[in-house]
C-alpha cells in the first residue's frame, strides 16, 4: 500500500489500495478509522491494529508498558543519579565527522575514481546530476545508504554547499560524497534512538539514546534539548530536525531551513525542452520486436518459448518465473513496472485465473510484455521530474509522446480519467490502464 515508501500511507495511497472493492467516501471514512491520531498518515502500527481488530487478535494495549523486572530495578538502583548534561565531545564521537570525512577522502582523493564515478552519476552528460541520478548511481554501486541519508546528503550540497540550484554539479560532487558518509553517520545513530522503528523519535527515545552516548539528562534538561530538536513542537523529532539539531550542537550548518531552489540555465532547458517534447526514443526495442513477431508467427517457436519460461513443467508460470525469463532471453524488456503490468492484464483476461499465466496466454503475455515497456518508456519521457508519477502539467506537455495534441480542457478530461483516485498524480498503473483502453500505439 505504501507506494511511496516512507512508512506511512497517506489518504491517497490508500484510495489506490482500496478502490477495486471501496467507493472513495467508504476509504475516507476507514481511513480516518485507522488514523488513530488524526495526523494525515497511517503508520505500520495504526495499520497492524486496525487489521488484526478486524480479524479479532488483540495485538498490544496502547498504554501496555513492559514490566520493570527485578534485574532491572537491581541495575537501576546500583546505578548513580548523575546526569552529565549535553557533552559535545561524546556526540562528536557518536557522529564521528573525522570517521566520515576520512572515508570521503580516500574517494575524493582518488581522481581517476572520481571521474568515473562521475561519469556513472552523470550518464546523460548534461553537466548535472538530479537526486534520481544519484539514487541510480548508489544502487549501481551497490552502496548501502539509506534513502533519509541520500535525501539529506542531496539537499545539503544542493542548498547549503553548491550555488542552490536542484543539480548537483561537477565542482560539488565531492561536497555530495562527504554529506553521504556525513549523514549516513547521523541515520545510523538516529536509526539507535528510533527504538520503534517508526522514522521519528518521541522524548523518551531521546532522553534513553542520548544516555547511550555519554549525555545523561536531566528530566528538564532532556525536554528542554528535545524542544530545540522538535521545531515544530509536534512532540516527535523527524531525521532532518535531528540533524539540523546535532548541526547546531557541533557548529556545522545543515541546510537553511527556509532555503529553496533557484531557477537555473538547466532546469531552463529541461523546461523548454518539456514545452516542446519528442516523440519517445523506441529504437532500442526494434531488435527485439522482430525477434517477438518471429516467434509469434511460429507455433513451434511459441512451444519452445513456453517450455523455457515453464521450466518446471507444471503447464503455469508465475510473476517471478516470467520476471526470470524476460530478464535472461528480453533484458531490454525487463521493466518492473512494465512487467508487472503485463502480467495482470494477462492473468485478467478472459480464461485467466488472477495468479498464474497458463500456457494457451503465453502468446498475449508475450505481447503485453512488449507493449507495457514501450508505454513505459513514454510514461518516463512524459514524466520529467522522474518521481514515477504524473502531474497535470507534464501530461498537457507531454501528451505528444503518446501521439496525442490536446488542448488544455482535453488533456485535463484525460488526466482526470487516468487519475481514478483523485489523487492528483497518475501512477504508471494509471497511465497503462488508460493508454490500453485508448488503444494507444507507440512507433
Known amino acids: 500500500v505504501d507506494s511511496s515508501d516512507d512508512r506511512r500511507i497517506d489518504i491517497g ?42 480479524l479479532g487478535i488483540n495485538t498490544e494495549d496502547t498504554n501496555a508498558k513492559w514490566d520493570d523486572g527485578e534485574e532491572k530495578k537491581k541495575k537501576e538502583k546500583e546505578q548513580p543519579k548523575d546526569y552529565t548534561g549535553l557533552v559535545p565531545e561524546e556526540i562528536k564521537k557518536a557522529v564521528a565527522p573525522g570517521e566520515a570525512e576520512q572515508k570521503a577522502l580516500k574517494m575524493i582523493g582518488d581522481a581517476q575514481f572520481m571521474k568515473d564515478l ?52 561537477r565542482k560539488e560532487f565531492p561536497s555530495l560524497i562527504r554529506n553521504l558518509f556525513l549523514f549516513e553517520n547521523l541515520w545510523d545513530l538516529f536509526d539507535d534512538l528510533d527504538t520503534e522503528d517508526d522514522r521519528r523519535v518521541d522524548l523518551a527515545e531521546f532522553t534513553r539514546g542520548m544516555a547511550k552516548i555519554g549525555c545523561r539528562l536531566s528530566p528538564k534538561d532532556a525536554q528542554t534539548e528535545f524542544n530545540k530538536a522538535d521545531k515544530n513542537g509536534g512532540g516527535q523529532v523527524l531525521f532532518k530536525e535531528f540533524c539540523d539539531y546535532i548541526g547546531d550542537v557541533l557548529g556545522v550548518v545543515m541546510e537553511d531551513a527556509n532555503a529553496k531552489w533557484k531557477e537555473d540555465e538547466k532546469k531552463k532547458e529541461k523546461e523548454s525542452a518539456v514545452t516542446q517534447p519528442e516523440k519517445a526514443d523506441m529504437s532500442k526495442f526494434d531488435a527485439v520486436e522482430n525477434d517477438v513477431q518471429d516467434v509469434l508467427a511460429s507455433k513451434e517457436k511459441i512451444a519452445s518459448s513456453w517450455k523455457a519460461i515453464d521450466f518446471n513443467g507444471n503447464n503455469i508460470v508465475s510473476l517471478a518465473e516470467i520476471d526470470k525469463w524476460v530478464g535472461e532471453k528480453y533484458p531490454v524488456l ?70 496525442l495534441s490536446l488542448s488544455a480542457d482535453a488533456a485535463k478530461a484525460e488526466f482526470d480519467a487516468m487519475d481514478t483516485n483523485d489523487g492528483g498524480k497518475v501512477l504508471f498503473d494509471e497511465f497503462a490502464l488508460w493508454a490500453a483502453k485508448k488503444k494507444i500505439t507507440l512507433d
Not at 354 to 382: E, H, M, P, W
Open 13 to 54: 495511497e490508500f484510495y489506490s489500495a482500496t478502490k477495486s472493492f471501496a467507493t472513495k467516501q467508504q476509504a475516507e471514512k476507514e481511513f480516518k478509522a485507522i488514523d488513530k491520531n488524526g495526523g494525515g498518515f497511517i503508520l505500520f502500527k495504526e495499520f497492524c491494529d486496525h487489521l488484526l481488530g478486524i
Open 118 to 169: 562521475w561519469k556513472t552519476c552523470d550518464y546523460n552528460g548534461n553537466g548535472g546530476c538530479s537526486l534520481a541520478e544519484i539514487d541510480k548511481m548508489v544502487v549501481d554501486k551497490g552502496w548501502t545508504f539509506s534513502k533519509p541519508t541520500l535525501m539529506r546528503a542531496y539537499k545539503k550540497t544542493t542548498l547549503q554547499d553548491g550555488d542552490g540550484d536542484a543539480w548537483v554539479e
Open 334 to 403: 525487463n521493466s518492473k513496472p512494465a512487467l508487472m503490468r503485463a502480467y495482470k492484464k494477462t492473468v485478467t483476461s478472459a480464461g485467466g485465473d488472477g495468479d498464474f499465466v497458463k500456457k494457451d496466454q503465453f502468446s498475449t503475455l508475450l505481447r503485453n510484455v512488449f507493449y507495457f515497456n514501450k508505454l513505459f518508456v513514454a510514461f518516463d519521457g512524459i514524466d520529467t521530474d522522474d518521481d514515477r508519477r504524473l502531474d497535470l502539467d507534464e501530461f498537457k506537455h507531454g501528451a505528444s509522446i503518446v501521439g
